[in-house]
């Protein structure tokens, strides 16, 4: 799951991820990045924080880091929030297959469309992408089920 800073919407899509994946039994792992590195070592931020509480889902054991090259060797799917982070590490891709692992979040809930999870400091606040970000996750757990 990757967003710019890595504290408020890749935080809050691991976090719901997380909580799925124990409650469906499933055997996947999940992680968080950001593809600036700006807030590297910090919590989520209080807002995101606040918001996956109200929802029982707890963030305070992630820390934001830097989406990074071997991420793309790690993972089998790379989780962009919005199209300037997609190109951002769809740039950092050395194969066509490493692009291949790279997806749009709302593309599982409206595909084709390529909406963007909005940043909740500026459009749609916590509670809404909180919304948003569940629903696609689900759309999209039963895609690779």
Known sequence: MVC???????????????????????????DSAGTSGWHNGELPDSRSIDVARLHSVDITDQRSRKFVVSDFEEFDLIVAMDSSNYSNIIQMAKSEDEKSKVKLLL??????ENQAVPDPYYSGGFEYVYTLIETAIDDMIEYYQ
């Open 4 to 30: 710019l800073g890595n504290i408020c919407r890749s935080p809050l899509a691991e976090g719901i991820l997380r909580q799925k994946i124990e409650e469906k039994g499933l055997s996947w792992s999940v």
């Open 107 to 112: 593309n599982f809930s409206n595909p084709g």
